[in-house]
C-alpha cells in the first residue's frame, strides 16, 4: 500500500489555511496509480533530503510537505516547489489537483 | 561556438549609490528624486528576474483589469470572465475581483501616486475558482489567484477588500523594494505586515473611516461564522476574541517566536503600524501610509525589523522634516512593539 499526503502553506491565510490532501494508490484508478508511482520512483523520494528549499523565497513561494508511506519506508519532505526535482513537482501538481482532506 | 541570445538590464548607478545619494541630497526634493530612481532600478532588476514570463504592461496611466475563470482547476489564467470596462457578469467572485482590483489601483494611484503594482502601468488580472474548496488568495508574481473557500473554514475571499488588497501587495512590495523582501524569517514577516498595512489603508480609504472608526481587522467576513469574525487584528494581534481561536500573532517582541512563520510575526509591525496611525490621528493613509510606502525603498531584500524602524524613521524626516511630530511618532509605535 502506499500513501501519499500533501500539506500546502502560503498566500494571504498562511498556516490557517494550510489544507492536506490525501491519496491512497490502491484506491485509485490503476492507470493513475501507476502514473503517481511512476513520479514517485523518478524522484528516488525516498532517497531525497528532509528539507529542499530555496534560498531566498518570494511571496509567491508556497511550503510543501509530501509524506509517503509505503509498506515498512515512510519519508517526509519540506520544500519549496522550485528546489525539487522535476518529477516531484509534477508529482505536488498533481496531488494538487485532488480534492482536500 | 553559437552564441545564446539574452537581454541584461544594466545600471549605471547602483540603488545602495542611489540612496546613499539620497540621504546626503540638499533638499527633500532631490531626496524624493533619488529614492524615486532608486525605486526604478528595483523594478527593472524584477523585469529581469522574470523575463522569462509574459506580463501584462500596458501605456502609462491606464488602468486595466482582467478577470478570469479556473472553473475549479489549476490551470491559469483561465477563461476570460471579464475585461476593463466590460458589463457587471452574473458571477459575483468575477465582480468583486474586479472592483477590488479597482479600488486598490485606484487608492495607489490617487494617494500614492504609484502607477499600478510595478509603478509601470501593469496590467491587473485576476482568476477566480481556483481549485476546489481551496482555502486561500495569493499573487503568484504575476497575476492575482483566488480560491472559494471549503465552506467549513473559509467562505471565500473575493467580498474583502483587504484580502484583495493585501495580495495586491505583495506585488507592490516585489517591485517597490528593492530586489524585493525575502519570504522567510523577519524580512518575510515585515513583508506579510505590509500588506496587512496597505490592505487595511485601502478598505478604510474605500469606506472613509479614519483611524478611531475603522476596526483594523484583516479578512473580515472570510471565515464562517462559527470559526471566527477575522483572521488577524492589528489593534490588538493575538486578541481571538477580536478574531478567531487560531489567533496566535505576538503584539511585540516579548511574544517573537523565533523561526516562526512569517504570518505570526507580522502581528509585531503591524501593530506598530497601528501605534503609529493612531498617534497622528485622522486617516491612515493622510500620513502613516505614505511614511511606510516611502520606507519601502530603503529597505533591503533581508530587512529586519529594526530596519523597518529605521526606514519609517528617515522616511518621515524626509516627507515631515528631521524632529517633526511625526518622525516621533514613528519612532515611539517602534518603541510600542519593543524593536527599538
Known amino acids: ?23 491512497d494508490l490502491s484506491l485509485l484508478p490503476p492507470h493513475q496509480a501507476h502514473e503517481l508511482e511512476h513520479l514517485l520512483n523518478a524522484c528516488d523520494f525516498f532517497t531525497l533530503p528532509d528539507q529542499l528549499l530555496k534560498p531566498a523565497p518570494r511571496s509567491s513561494d508556497f511550503l510543501y510537505d509530501l509524506k509517503v508511506d509505503q509498506g515498512p519506508q515512510a519519508h517526509s519532505i519540506h520544500y519549496h516547489l522550485d528546489a525539487v526535482p522535476p518529477p516531484l513537482k509534477e508529482l505536488t501538481d498533481k496531488l494538487y489537483e485532488v480534492d482536500p482532506d | ?56 504592461v500596458t501605456s502609462v496611466g491606464e488602468k486595466r483589469r482582467t478577470v478570469f475563470d479556473a472553473r475549479h482547476k489549476s490551470t491559469l489564467p483561465g477563461k476570460l470572465a471579464r475585461s476593463e470596462g ?12 474586479y472592483d477590488g482590483a479597482g479600488a486598490t489601483y485606484d487608492f495607489y494611484r490617487e494617494v500614492l501616486k504609484r502607477n499600478s503594482i510595478d509603478n509601470k502601468g501593469l496590467r491587473i488580472d485576476s482568476t477566480v475558482h481556483y481549485l476546489n474548496k481551496f482555502n486561500n488568495a495569493f499573487w503568484n508574481g504575476q497575476q492575482m489567484v483566488y480560491g472559494d473557500g471549503d465552506g467549513k473554514l473559509f467562505l471565500g475571499f473575493t467580498g474583502a477588500l483587504d484580502v484583495i488588497a493585501h495580495e495586491l501587495t505583495h506585488g507592490v512590495t516585489q517591485h517597490a523594494v528593492p530586489g524585493g523582501l525575502v519570504y522567510e524569517n523577519q524580512s518575510g514577516a515585515l513583508n506579510e505586515s505590509i500588506s496587512d498595512v496597505f490592505g487595511s489603508i485601502v478598505k478604510q480609504w474605500k469606506l472613509k473611516q479614519n483611524v478611531d472608526q475603522a476596526d483594523w481587522l484583516i479578512g473580515a467576513g472570510i471565515l464562517a461564522p462559527g470559526v471566527g469574525k477575522a483572521l488577524r487584528s492589528m489593534a490588538d494581534p493575538g486578541n481571538k476574541e477580536l478574531t478567531w481561536s487560531g489567533d496566535d500573532q505576538p503584539k511585540t517582541m516579548a511574544g517573537y517566536v523565533d523561526g516562526g512563520d512569517v504570518h505570526i510575526n507580522s502581528g509585531i509591525p503591524n501593530h506598530a503600524f497601528y501605534a503609529a496611525a493612531i498617534a497622528l490621528k485622522g486617516n491612515s493613509w493622510d500620513k502613516a501610509g505614505p511614511v511606510w510606502y516611502k520606507a519601502l525603498g530603503l529597505l533591503t531584500s533581508n530587512a529586519s525589523f529594526a530596519d523597518m524602524a529605521k526606514a519609517t524613521a528617515q522616511a518621515a524626516t524626509l516627507l515631515y522634516g528631521a524632529d517633526s511630530a511625526e518622525q516621533h511618532a514613528v519612532q515611539a509605535a517602534w518603541k510600542v512593539v519593543g524593536v527599538v
Open chain 2, 1 to 56: 561556438m553559437a552564441t545564446e541570445p539574452h537581454s541584461c538590464t544594466c545600471f549605471i548607478i547602483p540603488s545602495n549609490m542611489l540612496r546613499k545619494l539620497a540621504d546626503a541630497a540638499a533638499s527633500p526634493t532631490e531626496r524624493g528624486l533619488l529614492l524615486d530612481q532608486c525605486e526604478a532600478s528595483a523594478y527593472l532588476r524584477g523585469q529581469r528576474s522574470v523575463a522569462t514570463a509574459p506580463t501584462g
Open chain 1, 1 to 23: 500500500m502506499t500513501r501519499l499526503s500533501l500539506r500546502c502553506t502560503g498566500g494571504f491565510t498562511g498556516p490557517a489555511g494550510a489544507q492536506t490532501r490525501t491519496v
Open chain 2, 86 to 97: 466590460g458589463v457587471v457578469v452574473a458571477d459575483a467572485s468575477v465582480n468583486q475581483a
